[in-house]
């Protein structure tokens, strides 16, 4: 499985942005996709998370301003940012778990910059 991360950049607080993470190879091992951050001088952290079978779920700090969701037709995950702060400047990253022979590796996409000024 191979991710590809985008849609990162700058934008003044109240504004928006819609991360985009591509999916490409045994993506039917996919058992749970995430988006997670990590500012400068901080550990990285969850921001939100799908299932395969669509539950969701978000850290505080972002619920009801963020959304994840999926496209299976175009084997991509999006997230959504509206209402943006500038704590939420950070580095976003896409991730994925995937099932293999009964145990659960890890990708990750590269990071995509998200700058939001006051």
């Known amino acids: 499985v191979q991710l590809q991360a985008s849609g990162g950049g700058l934008v003044q607080a109240g504004g928006s942005l819609r991360l985009s993470c591509a999916e490409s190879?045994?993506?039917?091992?996919?058992?749970?996709r995430g988006w997670y951050r990590q500012a400068p001088g901080k550990q990285r952290e969850l921001v939100a998370s799908?299932?395969?079978?669509?539950?969701?779920d978000y850290a505080d700090s972002v619920k009801g301003r963020f959304t994840i969701s999926r496209d299976n037709t175009e084997n991509t995950v999006y997230l959504q940012m509206n209402s943006l702060k500038p704590e939420d400047t950070a580095v976003y990253y896409c991730?994925?778990?995937?099932?293999?022979?009964?145990?659960?590796?890890?990708?990750w996409g590269q990071g995509t910059q998200v700058t939001v000024s006051s």
């Open positions: 799908i299932t395969s079978d669509d539950r969701t």
């Open positions: 991730n994925a778990h995937i099932l293999i022979n009964r145990s659960v590796q890890i990708r």
């Open positions: 190879g045994s993506i039917f091992s996919i058992t749970t």
